[in-house]
């Protein structure tokens, strides 16, 4: 995108502008050079990063002809979707998501985000249960994602609540947990120190998941501060946006974080993250082309992938039989929640987080975790289905041969999922759209399964989880069980 549109050029040479008065390195560097990036980077410069990869989506979806009707932000991927929208300028919005990074950094809150894979009425109830004013419900993202929000020996206390319960639950690494009283003293600190940034008028209309309605002429460090302290009900925002025609949800993020949210609170609906396309440019095209044509949309689930890697089956719901939409469909986005690739959960995200965010689908709250630009929404997490108990294995030593064939069978029948289609080489989350929650839940069967509990603690085996490599695990740690 930066070789191919003068207008991604422009706006990422303004961020650099904005980091290099803030002292803070340059990004579009760490972003476009080979070698550039490097693990060495505090949260203002993710955050900053994150917002470039948006904003520099959004200006290819509107070069390309792209229209939204809306742009969404999760948390303070609002922020991005306030420059995208021209509400802000891109060196304000810099500016100000570095000043919510340092008063957040300041407070240093031991905090946490949990990402939980039940509906925000059951989510609420659970953290009532242990009644502390900072622990709350954080984020509504989906029918079966909620994210909550408190100190981290109370979070702790949670996951074993859920645990206990059969729910699903992944804690979300965000930058900084945020979304619950606990963050008041940060917003006022931003309202103080914060600089005043002029609010002009934008292009597009911007739905704002926390305050429930469209951004008017409310001052941004107000928007930022409040969000700090405030549920945000992407649901909501996702369900109203639909019922007012929006049918097209493109999230600028690297990952699918929010869209995960709307797939699985409407589905059916089209869905398009671009940088996670083979070719984003031709993804978006041929999106733009079926939106003016008045082409009936192919939903994601039945709809081949674009990495070759044969189709797309999202495991939380049917396939539906025929075309989704007959009529064209406008286009809307999502910005992203800083979050990390488990989870999401919308951006920043963020998840995903958000961000993050919610692993996926992510808890990434996404995220609140670590998602720019317009609109939409994605899958959530679900309930673990109930699978029927299977032996444990009597002998200790297992075959690798031996282990795929019971994981395909036990993946597939939790998923409903044929196990002759699951590749040992698939990736569990970027192939087969299995959402993080999931994963968690799957790999704690696994390790109960071969009586190997420290398996539960293999993050890896979640952030590019394949058959291949729980299979490999599993027979490398049963025959050190043997061995000792």
């Known amino acids: 995108m930066h070789n191919r549109y003068e207008a991604v050029r422009e706006t990422l040479s303004r961020i650099d502008k904005a980091a290099q008065e803030m002292g803070l390195p340059n990004i579009s560097a760490r972003l476009v050079e080979p070698n550039e990036m490097s693990d060495r980077r505090g949260p203002e410069v993710q955050y900053l990063e994150i917002f470039a990869v948006s904003i520099a989506t959004h200006h290819m979806l509107i070069a390309e002809g792209a229209k939204p009707i809306a742009i969404v932000g999760q948390s303070i991927g609002e922020l991005w979707a306030l420059a995208a929208a021209g509400h802000l300028s891109v060196e304000d919005a810099a500016r100000l998501a570095v000043a919510r990074s340092q008063v957040l950094t300041r407070q240093s809150w031991g905090g946490k985000m949990l990402a939980v894979g039940v509906d925000g009425r059951r989510a609420e109830s659970l953290a009532e249960l242990i009644n502390h004013p900072h622990l709350v419900l954080a984020c509504e993202n989906a029918p079966r994602q909620s994210v909550i929000s408190g100190p981290e020996a109370l979070i702790?206390?949670?996951?074993?609540?859920?645990?206990?319960?059969?729910?699903?639950?992944?804690?979300?690494?965000?930058?900084?947990?945020?979304?619950?009283?606990?963050?008041?003293?940060?917003?006022?600190?931003?309202?103080?120190?914060?600089?005043?940034?002029?609010?002009?008028?934008?292009?597009?209309?911007?739905?704002?998941?926390?305050?429930?309605?469209?951004?008017?002429?409310?001052?941004?460090?107000?928007?930022?501060?409040?969000?700090?302290?405030?549920?945000?009900?992407?649901?909501?925002?996702?369900?109203?946006?639909?019922?007012?025609?929006?049918?097209?949800?493109?999230?600028?993020?690297?990952?699918?974080?929010?869209?995960?949210?709307?797939?699985?609170?409407?589905?059916?609906?089209?869905?398009?993250?671009?940088?996670?396309?083979?070719?984003?440019?031709?993804?978006?095209?041929?999106?733009?082309?079926?939106?003016?044509?008045?082409?009936?949309?192919?939903?994601?689930?039945?709809?081949?992938?674009?990495?070759?890697?044969?189709?797309?089956?999202?495991?939380?719901?049917?396939?539906?039989?025929?075309?989704?939409?007959?009529l064209p469909a406008p286009v809307s986005y999502v910005a992203p929640v800083p979050a990390p690739a488990p989870v999401a959960v919308s951006a920043p995200a963020a998840p995903a987080p958000a961000p993050a965010p919610v692993p996926a689908p992510a808890p990434a709250p996404a995220a609140p975790a670590p998602p720019v630009a317009p609109v939409a929404v994605a899958p959530a997490a679900v309930a673990p289905a109930v699978v029927a108990p299977v032996t444990s294995p009597s002998s200790a030593g297992l075959d690798y041969e031996t282990v795929l064939a019971e994981l395909r069978t036990l993946y597939g029948d939790f998923l409903g999922y044929p196990p002759d289609l699951l590749g040992e080489d698939d990736g569990l989350e970027a192939e087969l759209g299995v959402e993080s929650l999931k994963q968690v839940a799957l790999l704690g069967m696994v390790s109960d399964r071969y009586d190997l509990p420290d398996l539960r603690a293999n993050s890896s085996l979640l952030t590019v989880g394949t058959l291949r490599r729980i299979a490999e695990a599993v027979v490398q740690a049963r025959s050190g069980a043997a061995a000792r």
């Open 156 to 326: 702790e206390h949670v996951e074993r609540v859920a645990d206990a319960l059969g729910w699903p639950s992944l804690q979300l690494d965000v930058p900084h947990p945020t979304h619950t009283p606990a963050m008041a003293q940060a917003a006022r600190d931003l309202r103080e120190s914060a600089p005043r940034v002029p609010y002009g008028a934008g292009r597009w209309r911007v739905c704002s998941p926390w305050l429930g309605r469209d951004v008017g002429d409310d001052d941004p460090v107000e928007l930022v501060a409040g969000a700090l302290t405030s549920r945000v009900r992407m649901l909501h925002t996702i369900r109203e946006l639909h019922a007012a025609g929006a049918d097209a949800f493109v999230e600028c993020g690297e990952w699918p974080v929010v869209t995960k949210f709307v797939e699985a609170s409407i589905p059916g609906v089209r869905c398009l993250v671009p940088l996670s396309e083979s070719d984003p440019v031709e993804a978006v095209r041929a999106l733009v082309a079926d939106s003016t044509g008045g082409g009936p949309f192919r939903s994601r689930l039945s709809a081949p992938s674009g990495n070759g890697h044969g189709p797309v089956v999202r495991v939380s719901e049917p396939t539906p039989a025929g075309s989704v939409a007959t």
